[in-house]
Protein backbone atom coordinates (compact mmCIF):
# COMPACT_ATOMS: atom_id res chain seq x y z
CA UNK A 1 0.00 0.00 0.00
CA UNK A 2 1.26 3.24 -0.70
CA UNK A 3 1.88 5.83 1.45
CA UNK A 4 0.33 9.42 2.19
CA UNK A 5 3.21 12.10 0.80
CA UNK A 6 3.20 15.76 2.06
CA UNK A 7 5.11 18.01 -0.43
CA UNK A 8 5.62 21.43 1.22
CA UNK A 9 3.39 20.81 3.97
CA UNK A 10 -0.42 20.46 4.30
CA UNK A 11 -1.21 23.08 1.90
CA UNK A 12 0.48 21.51 -1.06
CA UNK A 13 -1.96 21.31 -4.00
CA UNK A 14 -4.17 18.80 -4.92
CA UNK A 15 -2.47 17.55 -8.20
CA UNK A 16 1.17 17.43 -7.34
CA UNK A 17 0.32 15.42 -4.24
CA UNK A 18 -1.81 12.83 -6.64
CA UNK A 19 1.55 12.85 -9.03
CA UNK A 20 3.21 12.02 -5.97
CA UNK A 21 1.21 9.26 -4.99
CA UNK A 22 1.11 8.07 -8.64
CA UNK A 23 4.82 7.88 -8.67
CA UNK A 24 5.39 6.46 -5.13
CA UNK A 25 3.15 3.42 -6.89
CA UNK A 26 5.55 2.98 -9.70
CA UNK A 27 8.22 3.29 -7.27
CA UNK A 28 7.07 0.32 -5.28
CA UNK A 29 6.74 -1.89 -8.76
CA UNK A 30 10.43 -0.52 -9.13
CA UNK A 31 11.63 -2.56 -5.85
CA UNK A 32 9.06 -5.31 -6.18
CA UNK A 33 11.34 -5.91 -9.29
CA UNK A 34 14.54 -5.27 -7.94
CA UNK A 35 13.41 -7.87 -4.85
CA UNK A 36 12.78 -10.16 -7.28
CA UNK A 37 16.31 -9.42 -9.40
CA UNK A 38 17.53 -10.25 -6.14
CA UNK A 39 16.07 -13.31 -5.85
CA UNK A 40 17.39 -14.71 -8.91
CA UNK A 41 21.13 -13.83 -8.34
CA UNK A 42 21.19 -15.66 -5.24
CA UNK A 43 19.58 -18.56 -6.64
CA UNK A 44 22.21 -18.56 -9.93
CA UNK A 45 25.12 -18.24 -6.99
CA UNK A 46 23.52 -21.37 -5.30
CA UNK A 47 23.75 -23.41 -9.04
CA UNK A 48 27.06 -22.15 -9.72
CA UNK A 49 28.20 -22.76 -6.27
CA UNK A 50 27.68 -26.70 -6.86
CA UNK A 51 29.20 -26.46 -10.09
CA UNK A 52 32.11 -25.13 -8.36
CA UNK A 53 32.31 -27.83 -5.73
CA UNK A 54 34.74 -30.39 -7.77
CA UNK A 55 37.31 -27.86 -8.80
CA UNK A 56 37.55 -26.02 -5.32
CA UNK A 57 38.38 -30.39 -4.35
CA UNK A 58 40.85 -30.28 -7.08
CA UNK A 59 42.39 -27.44 -6.63
CA UNK A 60 42.58 -28.01 -2.60
CA UNK A 61 44.24 -31.51 -3.98
CA UNK A 62 47.16 -29.42 -6.08
CA UNK A 63 47.37 -26.90 -3.36
CA UNK A 64 48.44 -29.81 -0.91
CA UNK A 65 51.58 -30.46 -2.73
CA UNK A 66 52.80 -26.63 -2.42
CA UNK A 67 55.01 -26.36 0.70
CA UNK A 68 53.77 -23.67 3.40
CA UNK A 69 50.98 -22.36 0.51
CA UNK A 70 48.53 -21.40 3.11
CA UNK A 71 50.89 -19.51 5.24
CA UNK A 72 52.46 -17.34 2.16
CA UNK A 73 49.21 -16.82 0.86
CA UNK A 74 48.33 -15.30 4.05
CA UNK A 75 51.06 -13.70 4.62
CA UNK A 76 50.80 -11.93 1.60
CA UNK A 77 47.57 -9.78 2.92
CA UNK A 78 48.44 -6.99 5.16
CA UNK A 79 45.17 -7.48 7.35
CA UNK A 80 45.61 -11.35 8.32
CA UNK A 81 49.40 -11.04 8.51
CA UNK A 82 48.95 -8.60 11.58
CA UNK A 83 46.88 -11.51 13.26
CA UNK A 84 50.05 -14.37 13.03
CA UNK A 85 51.96 -15.47 16.28
CA UNK A 86 55.79 -16.03 15.56
CA UNK A 87 54.68 -19.98 16.04
CA UNK A 88 51.96 -19.91 13.38
CA UNK A 89 53.86 -20.58 10.57
CA UNK A 90 54.66 -24.70 11.95
CA UNK A 91 50.76 -25.17 12.53
CA UNK A 92 50.25 -23.94 8.83
CA UNK A 93 52.52 -26.48 7.88
CA UNK A 94 50.23 -29.28 8.84
CA UNK A 95 47.19 -27.52 6.67
CA UNK A 96 45.92 -30.53 4.39
CA UNK A 97 42.89 -28.33 3.04
CA UNK A 98 40.87 -25.04 3.93
CA UNK A 99 37.28 -25.03 2.56
CA UNK A 100 34.55 -22.36 2.24
CA UNK A 101 31.25 -23.68 2.76
CA UNK A 102 27.94 -21.22 1.93
CA UNK A 103 24.63 -22.00 3.40
CA UNK A 104 22.41 -22.84 0.38
CA UNK A 105 20.33 -19.65 0.24
CA UNK A 106 23.92 -18.13 0.18
CA UNK A 107 22.40 -15.12 2.01
CA UNK A 108 22.08 -16.70 5.37
CA UNK A 109 25.73 -17.33 6.22
CA UNK A 110 29.01 -19.51 5.42
CA UNK A 111 31.11 -22.42 7.05
CA UNK A 112 35.27 -22.09 7.10
CA UNK A 113 37.40 -25.51 7.55
CA UNK A 114 40.58 -26.08 7.87
CA UNK A 115 41.98 -29.42 7.92
CA UNK A 116 44.90 -30.27 9.44
CA UNK A 117 47.67 -33.57 9.52
CA UNK A 118 48.69 -35.19 12.64
CA UNK A 119 50.53 -32.68 14.48
CA UNK A 120 52.28 -31.88 18.32
CA UNK A 121 50.08 -28.83 18.52
CA UNK A 122 46.16 -29.81 18.96
CA UNK A 123 44.44 -33.59 19.03
CA UNK A 124 41.91 -31.33 16.21
CA UNK A 125 41.53 -32.78 12.59
CA UNK A 126 39.88 -29.85 11.80
CA UNK A 127 38.82 -26.53 12.87
CA UNK A 128 36.16 -24.75 11.85
CA UNK A 129 34.26 -21.30 11.74
CA UNK A 130 29.96 -21.08 11.30
CA UNK A 131 28.46 -17.77 10.73
CA UNK A 132 25.18 -17.32 10.92
CA UNK A 133 23.22 -14.09 9.32
CA UNK A 134 19.49 -14.28 10.80
CA UNK A 135 16.19 -12.54 9.88
CA UNK A 136 17.36 -9.68 12.55
CA UNK A 137 20.13 -8.34 10.91
CA UNK A 138 22.25 -10.62 13.86
CA UNK A 139 24.93 -12.57 13.04
CA UNK A 140 25.54 -16.06 15.22
CA UNK A 141 29.38 -17.30 15.54
CA UNK A 142 29.79 -20.67 16.14
CA UNK A 143 33.58 -22.31 16.12
CA UNK A 144 34.95 -26.14 16.92
CA UNK A 145 37.25 -24.62 19.63
CA UNK A 146 41.07 -25.86 19.39
CA UNK A 147 42.18 -29.01 21.96
CA UNK A 148 45.19 -27.47 22.29
CA UNK A 149 48.23 -30.25 23.26
CA UNK A 150 49.96 -29.60 26.62
CA UNK A 151 52.44 -26.93 26.79
CA UNK A 152 50.67 -25.47 23.60
CA UNK A 153 48.60 -22.46 22.54
CA UNK A 154 47.50 -20.74 25.49
CA UNK A 155 49.17 -23.39 27.60
CA UNK A 156 52.82 -22.87 26.27
CA UNK A 157 55.60 -21.96 28.86
CA UNK A 158 56.43 -18.06 27.53
CA UNK A 159 59.25 -16.09 28.98
CA UNK A 160 57.46 -13.74 31.17
CA UNK A 161 57.81 -14.03 34.76
CA UNK A 162 55.90 -16.78 36.86
CA UNK A 163 52.46 -15.73 37.54
CA UNK A 164 52.16 -12.66 34.72
CA UNK A 165 50.17 -13.41 32.23
CA UNK A 166 50.98 -13.83 28.39
CA UNK A 167 50.43 -11.06 26.01
CA UNK A 168 47.36 -10.80 24.14
CA UNK A 169 49.90 -9.85 20.47
CA UNK A 170 51.26 -13.40 20.94
CA UNK A 171 48.44 -15.10 21.00
CA UNK A 172 48.06 -17.73 18.05
CA UNK A 173 45.52 -17.19 15.10
CA UNK A 174 44.38 -20.23 15.57
CA UNK A 175 43.40 -20.10 19.26
CA UNK A 176 42.19 -16.29 18.50
CA UNK A 177 40.01 -17.49 15.34
CA UNK A 178 38.80 -20.78 16.29
CA UNK A 179 38.39 -20.87 19.87
CA UNK A 180 36.33 -17.43 20.15
CA UNK A 181 32.85 -15.92 19.33
CA UNK A 182 34.50 -12.51 18.36
CA UNK A 183 32.45 -10.04 16.49
CA UNK A 184 35.79 -8.57 15.30
CA UNK A 185 36.45 -11.91 13.71
CA UNK A 186 33.72 -11.48 11.59
CA UNK A 187 35.25 -9.30 9.39
CA UNK A 188 38.43 -11.27 8.95
CA UNK A 189 36.05 -14.45 8.02
CA UNK A 190 34.69 -12.17 5.19
CA UNK A 191 38.35 -11.66 4.02
CA UNK A 192 38.76 -15.30 3.71
CA UNK A 193 35.58 -16.06 2.72
CA UNK A 194 35.04 -13.31 -0.60
CA UNK A 195 39.03 -12.35 -0.86
CA UNK A 196 41.04 -15.07 0.00
CA UNK A 197 39.21 -18.40 -0.99
CA UNK A 198 37.98 -17.51 -4.43
CA UNK A 199 41.68 -17.05 -5.98
CA UNK A 200 44.41 -18.07 -3.10
CA UNK A 201 47.44 -18.28 -5.93
CA UNK A 202 47.12 -14.16 -6.40
CA UNK A 203 47.86 -14.00 -2.45
CA UNK A 204 50.02 -17.14 -2.64
CA UNK A 205 52.14 -15.25 -5.70
CA UNK A 206 52.24 -11.92 -4.20
CA UNK A 207 49.68 -10.52 -7.11
CA UNK A 208 47.39 -8.90 -4.19
CA UNK A 209 50.45 -6.69 -2.94
CA UNK A 210 50.96 -5.46 -6.54
CA UNK A 211 47.57 -4.75 -7.02
CA UNK A 212 47.97 -2.20 -4.04
CA UNK A 213 51.00 -0.89 -4.95
CA UNK A 214 49.92 -0.26 -8.45
CA UNK A 215 46.44 1.87 -7.32
CA UNK A 216 48.90 3.39 -4.93
CA UNK A 217 50.95 4.44 -7.62
CA UNK A 218 47.77 5.44 -9.64
CA UNK A 219 47.09 7.30 -6.56
CA UNK A 220 50.45 9.41 -6.89
CA UNK A 221 50.21 10.07 -10.42
CA UNK A 222 46.71 11.93 -10.31
CA UNK A 223 47.60 13.47 -7.74
CA UNK A 224 51.17 15.18 -9.32
CA UNK A 225 48.63 15.77 -12.29
CA UNK A 226 46.08 17.68 -9.81
CA UNK A 227 49.39 19.56 -8.30
CA UNK A 228 50.63 20.51 -12.05
CA UNK A 229 47.15 22.09 -13.20
CA UNK A 230 46.86 23.43 -10.38
CA UNK A 231 50.13 25.88 -10.65
CA UNK A 232 49.68 25.96 -13.97
CA UNK A 233 46.39 28.16 -13.07
CA UNK A 234 48.13 29.98 -10.58
CA UNK A 235 50.69 31.21 -12.77
CA UNK A 236 47.69 32.33 -15.51
CA UNK A 237 46.75 34.39 -12.75
CA UNK A 238 49.81 36.15 -11.76
CA UNK A 239 49.94 36.90 -15.37
Not at 173 to 180: G, I, P, S, V
Not at 214 to 239: K, L, P, Q, Y
Request: hydrophobic residues 35%; aromatic residues 10%.
Amino acid sequence: MSKKLKVDGEDAHAEIQAQCEEMQRVQSKLEDVEAEFDKKVLELQSEFNVKKTPLYIERNAIISKIPNFWYIAFTHSDIMRMLLHRDDEHIFKHITSLVVEEKEDIKSGFKITVTFSENSFFTNRELWKELTFTDTAETKIDQSGVDWKPNQGPNKASNAAVGEKRDRDEESFFNAFFNNADKDHVDMANIIKDDLWPNPLRYYTGEVEDDFDEEEEDFDDDFDEEEEVEEAEEDEAAE
